[in-house]
Every structure is written in structure tokens, then in C-alpha cells.
């Protein structure tokens, strides 16, 4: 396509790209009544502890080997089918793409790799360490995440990935920046990112509406290839 503005486009992972949220997939299967207690743990201190204090206890908690998340990711877990329309469209418009993930390197390879989609754009997460991988000092899976923790404080609390931050870095670039996302980790994109794009019935999208903050309700990855076409024409 011909006849647009040049933009940097990014986009959260976890029930934005995916269906569903991985994580809570994962957890809800192989441990979910600790998962939960963890969780109402996580709601009464929220602001204390924060979504990186969250997954690292969760997955501490959780007696799975490396092959059982392959296997549970790649039959359970889908990936948005007008995500690849989407991602086609990216790359004939020479557009920078880069996924923003508060979850795990590890799955998104899984699933990247499962749908036969080549990763040749950035990802910015964490990984999973676990017991039986090569220098691993822990009996249990450890959440190593890629920021340190003074990086990663926020008004939110501690995110496991400092997406504000990271976005901060391409608006260096002086081009429209587009963000997409589902969740609470995706709030840092407000007031950093040019242009909001909330998955329709998420938490981003509750969010914006009741701090009367401006973005666009997308249901699917076409509504949004459209509303950034709009907002590139020259």
C-alpha cells in the first residue's frame, strides 16, 4: 500500500496477539488454587507489590518442566488469525513493529514458532528460568526478568517490563507511534504512545473510558490496520 505516513507500531502480547492472556491460561491449568490464593494476595497490596511481584510468585509455585508449557502453549493457546493479515501489512509498509510483553520470552518463541511466523522484529520480555536448565541455582522456575527493579517502578507499582520506558526510546525516532494492548501493564503506553489502540471488553479499554483518556476500541486486527491507514494518509 502506497500513499502513507511512516509509524512505529507496538503491540503488548498476552490477550492482545494471543486470544487469550498465556499466563493466566498456564496458571489456571497446572495450579489454580494456589494461583488464586496468590492472587487475592496480589489484589489487597496491588499498589505495594505489583504485577512483577505477581508472575514471579506464580511461577515459583508452579512444578512444570520446560516441555509441559511447550506442549500445554502450542495446544492451548492461540494465536489472533487477523494478526498475520495484520503483520503483512506492517512489512509492506516498512513500518518498525515490536511486541511490548510484561509475559515470557519463552512461550512467544513457542507460539511465534508454532504459527510459523518469523521473528524478525524486536521483542521486549522477560524469561523463565528452569530447575533443569543449564545454570539454573534454583529449585524452582524463576522469573528473570529483563529491567532492573528501579527501571521498573511506575504510579502502577512494579511492572515486570517498563513498557513507558521502552516507548520513550522509539519516540526518539520522531515517528507516529501506534500501541496496542489489552491490560494493566499497558496503561505506561498512555501519554507516551501518539495513538491508543484498546482491545474491545478489555481492561485497557474500562481504563481509558473512565479517565476520559483518547484511544480507539479495536475487536480484531483488520479494525486496526484500518484505523492506522486513516490516520497515515498523507
Known sequence: MSGLKDAIILSDFDGT???T?????????????????????????????????????????????????????????????????????????????????GGFQDYIDILLEHYGIEQDFPVHANKLIFPKDEGS???????????????????????????????NQYKEDGLPIFYLGDGRTDRHAIGRAHYILAKKGSFLEGFCQDNNYEYYVFEDFIEAKDYIIDKLKK
Not at 45 to 74: M, S
Not at 81 to 93: G, P, R, S, V, Y
Not at 140 to 150: D, R
Open 17 to 19: 496477539i494471543t486470544v
Open 21 to 101: 492472556d498465556t499466563n493466566n491460561a498456564i496458571f489456571a491449568n497446572f495450579n489454580q488454587r494456589e494461583s488464586e490464593e496468590i492472587v487475592d494476595h496480589y489484589r489487597e497490596n496491588h499498589d505495594e507489590l505489583g504485577i512483577r511481584w505477581l508472575l514471579a510468585e506464580q511461577y515459583k509455585n508452579l512444578d512444570i518442566t520446560r516441555q509441559q508449557l511447550k506442549e500445554f502453549v502450542t495446544e492451548k493457546v492461540t494465536i489472533e488469525q487477523t494478526f498475520f493479515e495484520f503483520l503483512e501489512f506492517i512489512k509492506e509498509n516498512n513500518f518498525t513493529f515490536a511486541v511490548l510483553s
Open 137 to 167: 541455582e534454583a529449585d524452582y522456575i524463576k522469573a528473570e526478568f529483563a529491567y532492573p527493579p528501579e527501571e521498573s517502578l511506575s504510579k502502577f507499582g512494579p511492572v515486570p517490563t517498563p513498557k513507558g520506558m521502552i516507548i
